[in-house]
């Protein structure tokens, strides 16, 4: 787990999206449990506040729910949810920072076609 | 009131102004970050907070308690000071043992565990341990005596990169499992960001700041383009400083991060280091 403290992104956004990726990966399954906000900020180094932020996005979502004295769990179809998400992001974080890129470079159109064809064909 | 309360506090020695009419509260259960440059005053607050220096003006109150000659609020307060007040000659062990019989809530178990962690050699006498160890059995003391607030006044001096992570996660898990106020004074701001919820930053004997982390991150960024598309961008902002590389400029400049930035320039948030660098230096630009 590594948190980039010189991203623009905040430290608990960080948070929240590494439990998804961990989430979206299966290592997290459904119904079992993520590390606690101890073992979250000791790993990581940060505030306790900090981790406890970043798991309240999750909860907010409806991706993890708390179990009363246990701890924090993977709510069931957090899988599907997130996918879901991602795919409507996708756009806004890769295709349109795509075509801004390619816009300094005076790429065209064309250009772009043919190098996503060649990603393909690798 | 509850928490640590500092009112009013003056303090100087002969014609330097130490303190200058400083208020400020440290609440319950909160990491706070003591940021000041060489001098700034953060050493002699600390001290006058935990009654070994006098103020010239000024009270502080524990849980609205006068601090001052109040033995029942003092030892709610512990302090690791910079500089090492154990006797010379006195073992680790024995200074753990002697602490204990001041602070009775002093975890003795805790402390042996940890001190196995840092490899603190309990057998040697404090005289013989090097700068590093001097530090890690000052730690080591601070983090077992189990009080509401504990002042850590440079914790990490002359600890290796190893050492100083071990001490912030022992840090952060002590707190998560029994919280309790922390208050770490340290030049190593880039490394304490993380672990810090509240800044105080003080400069020349004043509070300059006293905010959320999160507060003082959010005040300021850094802007970079053209040297004419930044003047004309920073034209009505408050800008701190800025650098020049060829036509391509850097302004830092404080104030709420923008939304709309024109394309050919390239904002980036400002991490608290460069902040309090920004913050405490003598202002380069006039404004």
Known sequence: MNIDFESDKPIFVQIAEWLED????????????????????VICKINPATALKGINMLVDKEVVYKKRGLGM???????KKLMKERKNRFYESYIEALLEEARKLNLNKEDILEMIERGYSK | MSGIEVRNLSKSYGSTQALNQVSINFVENRIYGLLGRN???????????????FADSGEVTLDGKVIQENDIALSKIYMMSEKCLFPEKMRVRDVFKWTAAFYPQFDMEYAFAIASK???DLKKKRDSLSTGYGSILKLVTAM????????????VLGLDANYRDLFYRLLIEKY?????TAIVSTH???????????????DKGRIIKDEPLESILSQGYTITGPASAVDLFISD????????????????????????????LEITKMDLQKMFIKMTNEKEVSK
């Open chain 1, 22 to 41: 961990a989430i979206l990966s299966n290592a997290f399954e459904e119904e079992s449990q993520i590390p606690s906000i101890t073992e979250i900020s």
């Open chain 2, 188 to 202: 190593l701001i880039d490394e304490v960001s993380s672990v810090i919820e509240h800044v105080v930053m003080i």
């Open chain 2, 144 to 155: 077992s005596v189990n009080v509401p607030y504990v002042f850590f006044d440079e914790p």
């Open chain 1, 73 to 79: 769990f993977v709510k069931e179809g957090a899988v």
């Open chain 2, 118 to 120: 840092f490899e603190l």
């Open chain 2, 237 to 264: 902002k408050d800008v701190m400083s800025y650098d020049m590389l060829g036509g391509l400029k850097t302004a830092y400049v404080s104030g709420k991060v923008p939304q709309d930035v024109p394309q050919n």
């Open chain 2, 176 to 180: 998560s499992e029994k919280p309790f």
């Open chain 2, 39 to 53: 001098g700034a005053g953060k050493t002699t607050l600390l001290n006058i907070i935990t009654n070994r220096l």
